[in-house]
């Protein structure tokens, strides 16, 4: 079945220091790819999305590109902030599995000032 | 555009009761929402999948008879917790697929659940 692994948390940086959080994925056919980012008590918001191989999403600084030979979707951003602490999540979204949304385990973030 | 809302925001009840939540996409049509739960720091589990009209498909594991779905409208599913328990203590999250946007999710910001 459909799976999504993302790096371990919980990453903690300086502000404008350069973030990348590791996603990969197993999945038949061209998924969709999503990242959402979650703030403290909150619930998800769209970060960014890619819908075929080789597209990059970009949102808010944030970057990933769709790499369908090295199944991955890494998220990055060149210069963190405070305001972007948070928990961000991969996902999937299969071919065969219409809208349904599998998720990653979520990588808590946290940028010091 | 595509705003998604839960009520209540949190809630704490007693054990054995009934709790229930709503989710409201407030500026579009949704034939199909899904219900999630998320313990703390961990990711998010699809419980089940509501579609208008009909009734909700679940995931392998989940009760149907303790977690009740209704999607009545095309902008209203609520979720029952039914004789609540101190497990049954999570995040709870739904979100809702609007027709033009094939594909995309849009989410509420989730019902904080807490049994006593």
Redesign the interface.
Known sequence: GDSVTQMEGPVTLSEEAFLTINCTYTATGYP?LFW?VQYP??????LL?A?KADDKGSNKGFEATYRKETTSFHLEKGSVQVSDSAVY?CAL?GQTSG???T????T?LTVNP | GAVVSQHPSWVICKSGTSVKIECRSLDFQATTMFWYRQFPKQSLMLMATSNEGSKATYEQGVEKDKFLINHASLTLSTLTVTSAHPEDSSFYICSAIRDSSYNEQFFGPGTRLTVL
Do not use: A, H
């Open positions: 969709s959402y008590g909150e619930g998800l918001q769209l999305k819908t999540f979204s809208s349904r949304l998720f990653g385990e979520g808590q």
